[in-house]
Nanobody
Framework: QVQLVESGGGLVQPGGSLRLSCAASGSIVSINEMGWYRQAPGRQRELVAAITSGGGTNYAPSVKGRFTISRDNAKNTVYLQMNSPKPEDTAVYLC????????????????WGKGTLVTVSS
């Protein structure tokens, strides 16, 4: 059973910084892509940033230049460094893993974490 567990959420002031972590556990052979999505009340879930096993990254235009995604493949862990957050960044941040291969599986699956709340407020 593969599980994604996020940590690092909380209250942060505008212009401050916060670092989110997400660790994937279980019998994992490889993970193609890991990323962060967010969902604010009354809004659709949206991609924040994603990173492939090779280090290729993709960012939402609203966070580019402020947030940085990184990954430790050996630990199956992805990070999101949030610098200069704004009140509109307030949301539940969910970890996502795509193309997760487990022993005996012929194809990769998608997994989601339960989310961690980030509140940007003074």
């Amino acid at each position: 059973q593969v599980q994604l567990v996020e940590s690092g959420g909380g209250l942060v002031q505008p212009g401050g910084s916060l670092r989110l972590s997400c660790a994937a556990s279980g019998s994992i052979v490889s993970i193609n892509e890991m990323g962060w999505y967010r969902q604010a009340p009354g809004r659709q879930r949206e991609l924040v940033a994603a990173i492939t096993s090779g280090g290729g990254t993709n960012y939402a235009p609203s966070v580019k230049g402020r947030f940085t995604i990184s990954r430790d493949n050996a630990k199956n862990t992805v990070y999101l460094q949030m610098n200069s957050p704004k009140p509109e960044d307030t949301a539940v941040y969910l970890c996502n893993a795509q193309g997760v291969l487990v022993p005996g599986s012929a194809y990769g699956r998608v997994y989601w974490g339960k989310g961690t709340l980030v509140t940007v407020s003074s």
